[in-house]
Structure formats: C-alpha cells, structure tokens
C-alpha cells in the first residue's frame, strides 16, 4: 500500500496521475469539534496506482495536489463530492473542476435517492464493502491497516465504477442530465462562510425590517465567532437562540440574559456585549441593513390531493425512465406544482425535467392526463 507522507512521493504522484484523463478521490476529515473540517487523509487512485496521502505528516506540502485538483484536463470522480469539495475549496482557495460525481450518476441510472457508495458498488460490482472502519477517529496516528484498506476502497471502487457508469449514461443519453446537476459543484458560494450571508442558512420567521436585520445581525455575529474560535455554530449559539434574538431584539446584557434561548451566564461572558451592539447597531440602521423580506406565495386551500396525485404521476414517470425521483422533483416542487401549475418556479418546470415529467403534471392539473386503475398498477391516460 502506498502511504504518501512526503512533498516529493506527493508530487510524483501527482505528476503520474496528471497523465491520465481522470482521477478518483475521496477524504477522510473530522468536524466533530471544529468549524471547519480537519483533513485527515486523501486517498486517490488512477487506473495504474492508488495511493493515500497523509495530510497531517509533517513537513507535507500539498501544493502538488492542489495543482491536480486544479488542472481543467483532468476529471475528478468523487462520490457526493459536496462535502470533499467544500475541504478542496479551503485548500484551493477556488473551486476544483471538473468534476463527476457518481452519486448523481447514480440517481440518473435507476439506482434511487441520494444512492450510497455500497450500494452503487454492489449493484454495479457485486462487492459488499466491509464496513468495520466506518466510525475510526482519521485524525490519529498511527492507522491501522484494516484502517488503510477500508480507506482506500473507496476510491478503487471508484476507479472501476466510473468507465461503466460514464458508458451508461451516454448509452441512454443522459450525461447532459448528469452534467448540468453536477454544474451546481462550481457554485463557490456553497463552500464560503461570509458572516452577513449567515442568516440565509436559517429559517426566516419574520417579515419586519427590525427583526430581519436583528436575524441578520445575530447570525453574523455567532459566525464570526465560530470561525474565530474554529468551533460548530452550535457551540457559540444554538438555531433557537437565533430566533429569540431576533424576536426580542435586546439592547441591554440585563435583556439578552432574560432570553429563554440563551445558555445561563452566557450574559457573563467577554463576548455577549458585542452581540448586544451587533444587534442594536443592525435595528438603529434597519432600513439598509436588513436584507429583502422573503417572498410569500399564499398557498390555496386543499392540496393535498393534488400533491398526492402529483407524486403518483412522478414516480410513474421516473420509473418507465429508471432515474430516482429525487432528480426529477423534490417534495417542495410538487407542493409548488400543485398550488401554481404552471407559474411554478421550479427546476421540474424546465428543459429536460418538464419533458419527463413536467408537461405532464401540467397537463394534468389541467384534466388532460388521468390516473387510474388497470388491475394491480396504477397508470397515467391522456385524455382526448
């Protein structure tokens, strides 16, 4: 087994792999404790040699491996590569690409929801992967060999998986699918942490300027400190605190400690008096500070038959397609599809989701299609 702990074993890997047109990756990091995550190991593997790379040895540059990572020519193959990208992208300071990721694949060739490495190796290899190493604490040295392998089977898998699968998807034309979702990877907002945009990763409860700008304003505050700190959000404040904060709005030490969501003697503490004045400096400049109130579509009354009908006629259709439904529609579009039809702002509505399934919902909502019973099978009837 490769175990690359050294600048120079790193760069000649990564010089080899560069000559091939793809490369499979994947992490092992811990986050238990920490904002951001703590890379542990990266395993890799080309179809002549895998290797894992020990991150944490000392005196490692893993600037050979952010050339790799960075290089257009070549595809990187992860599977559900969100959080891997997320570690590539700190390492990087830029977005790695391009990049393929099986899981997707996986969703666009019949193999379910969000389908897991397991089971898209036993589906496609007929191998059951040994799960014994599953909960190992990456950061400690040294790892065992069972550790290693358990490790690095998932990226030589990976290398065997990916050939097929990618020969799959252009058999029955769907790579474009495969593509445009995995377009969504270069977004490099999903893997930055800016304070004032902090806010939109919680649930707004509200729609007056002062309490959107005192949401606005807490949840900047608390992010500033986690990363600060490199500690979980939830270790400086948690979600509900956010919320209280947001409704109570206080501008004293004496307030902030009368909050039910506030850890007792959290009032004591050197930082609770900039999250005081956070707060109030966000309430006394409401008017540029607070961001747009969201907007608010009311809902017509009884939906729920045409949600449950709606979800009938997708798993319908995504079943004559063999793709999981998940990549067509989520539970939030049909409830959308449902209340608007057509004026819909949905993805189900577009391109080649709408020729799978999206006219067709239309169609029904309109009484065009009809779903009955023909024995023990439930099928979808255009309607002259």
Not at 21 to 48: H, K, P
Not at 249 to 258: D, F, N, Y
Not at 353 to 359: A, D, L, P, T
Request: aromatic share 6%; glycine share 6%.
């Amino acid at each position: 087994m490769n175990i690359i702990r050294d600048t120079d074993g790193l760069k000649a890997y990564c010089d080899a792999a560069r000559e091939h047109d793809f490369v499979c990756i994947d992490t092992e990091f811990m986050r238990e404790t920490t904002f951001f995550s703590i890379l542990c190991l990266v395993q890799v593997a080309t179809v002549e040699e895998e290797a894992i790379i020990d991150p944490l040895a000392e005196g490692i540059d893993l600037t050979p491996l952010k050339e790799l990572l960075m290089d257009a020519s070549i595809t990187k193959v992860m599977h559900a590569a969100r959080q891997d990208m997320e570690i590539f992208y700190k390492i990087c300071d830029a977005v790695p690409g391009p990049i393929f990721d099986t899981q997707i694949a996986g969703m666009a060739i019949g193999l379910g929801d969000s389908a897991g490495y397991g089971a898209l190796v036993k589906a496609r290899l007929g191998i059951n992967l040994d799960k014994g190493a599953r909960f190992t604490d990456w950061s400690r040295r040294p790892l065992s060999e069972k550790q290693l392998t358990y490790a690095l089977a998932d990226v030589t898998h990976l290398r065997d998986l990916y050939p097929a699968v990618l020969e799959e998807l252009e058999e029955k034309g769907r790579l474009k699918w495969v593509m445009e979702e995995m377009a969504q990877h270069s977004d490099e907002s999903l893997y930055t942490f800016e304070p004032e945009d902090a806010y939109q990763r919680l649930k707004i409860r509200g729609t007056k300027k002062h309490y959107l700008a005192a949401l606005k304003a807490a949840a900047a505050w608390r992010e500033r400190q986690a990363i600060k700190k490199d500690v979980p959000r939830r270790r400086v404040l948690k979600d509900d605190a956010m919320y209280d904060l947001a409704q109570q709005r206080p501008r004293t030490i004496e307030a902030l400690a009368k909050l039910r969501g506030i850890p007792r003697g959290f009032e004591k503490s050197s930082s609770a008096q900039s999250l005081v004045d956070s707060i109030g400096a966000a309430i006394d400049n409401a008017d540029d500070y607070a961001p747009p109130a969201p907007k608010v579509r009311h809902m017509p009354p009884s939906l729920g038959p045409r949600i449950e009908m709606l979800k009938t006629l997708l798993r319908l259709r995504t079943e004559v397609e063999g793709i999981a439904t998940r990549l067509v529609a989520n539970a939030k579009d049909i409830e959308q599809l449902a209340a608007f039809g057509d004026a819909a702002e949905i993805v189900a509505l577009k391109g080649w989701r709408r020729e799978i399934f999206g006219q067709d919902a239309v169609d029904m909502l309109r009484g065009k299609i009809a779903l009955r019973l023909e024995g023990e099978h439930v099928v979808a009837e255009r309607l002259d």
